[in-house]
């Protein structure tokens, strides 16, 4: 048996003429262009790509763009000043800042001071406490959970009664928010984590498996339930050849070539979650821009 490949790139292009398409009426109807502010501190290479594939797909949208690139001993209030100014401007309907920051600063106090209504990254706790709540209609949904919640929903439909979904990993961006949507669609939800016990026999008996932990091919095909449908949100960069300096390659946080041949549906990396997250990025932009017309 061979596994459905969920082709993410294919899903993200419908997000994303959708989202042009209501860009175009509202800019129309209203002269509101949205606007997307991305900060990113430090130089971090991978940070610095995704920034730059979020600025592109910004401008393809038809939205303003713009990115604000500070240097690695940029200080708590350098940055707070920075966003305290994108927050005031009307013309900025998003601000991302990109994650990981620098080790010396205070993410909490970052995500603090963007509005809720300009906070794409659905991470402030008024956008995290509507999700916890159950009001998925009013806030903005962290982008790689609303993607990958869009993968789930196109194998299983909306309704996910009787299912078993394992997350492993329980991160603010990721792993919460995606535990509640699955919850949200009535799934039984595990999130699983570094300190859980046998954790091969909980994802084994998962009908969902998502996975983001960052770590390249940990999980392995006998975790994988005959059937099931695997959701890997990892994006590691390793070696081509298994050597340290030559060619690299992306691997997700899943086996994929072994877990292909007993899984239902797979996600691949790349190609899978990871354009889902800038579609959906784009999406909440859209939603932030038109709420401040529309309400
Ligand atoms: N770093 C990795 N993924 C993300 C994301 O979705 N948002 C932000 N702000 N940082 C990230």
């Not at 730059?52 to 690139?69: D, I, N, P, V």
């Not at 956008?127 to 159950?134: L, P, R």
């Not at 209609?137 to 196109?154: D, E, F, K, N, Y």
Request: charged share 20%.
């Amino acid at each position: 048996m061979s596994a459905c490949i969920i082709n993410g790139k294919e899903v993200a292009e419908t997000v994303i003429a959708a989202v042009l398409e209501a860009t175009t009426l509202l800019k129309r109807r209203t002269g509101i262009r949205p606007g997307l502010a991305v900060v990113v501190v430090g130089d971090d290479a991978a940070s610095h790509a995704y920034v730059k594939a979020k600025g592109t797909m910004a401008k393809r949208c038809g939205f303003h763009s713009s990115q604000f690139t500070l240097h690695e001993q940029t200080t708590q209030d350098d940055l707070e000043v920075l966003v305290n100014e994108l927050a005031a401007d009307p013309a900025v309907h998003g601000i991302l800042v990109q994650l990981p920051l620098p080790k010396h600063l205070h993410t909490e106090g970052i995500v603090r001071r963007i509005p809720p209504e300009k906070d794409v990254d659905g991470l402030h706790v008024v956008n995290a406490g509507k999700i916890a709540t159950g009001d998925l209609s009013t806030g903005l949904i962290p982008c790689t959970p609303a993607g990958a919640m869009l993968l789930v929903r196109r194998r299983h439909g909306d309704d996910l009664s009787g299912l078993n979904a394992v997350i492993i990993g329980r991160s603010n961006l990721f792993g919460k928010p995606m535990g509640l949507l699955l919850l949200a669609a009535n799934a039984t939800v595990t999130i699983a984590h570094s300190r859980t016990k046998d954790l091969k026999a909980l994802c084994r008996n998962s009908d969902i498996l998502v996975v983001a932990v960052g770590r390249p091919e940990m999980v392995k095909a006998d975790w994988i339930r005959p059937g099931a449908t695997v959701i890997d949100v990892g994006i590691n960069r390793v070696p081509a050849m298994g050597e340290g300096n030559g060619p690299t390659c992306l691997v997700g946080d899943v086996d994929y070539s072994a877990a292909s041949k007993v899984a239902g549906a797979i996600t691949p990396v790349p190609g899978g979650v990871g354009p889902m997250t800038i579609a959906m990025l784009m999406n909440n932009t859209l939603i932030a821009a038109r709420r401040t017309v529309c309400g």
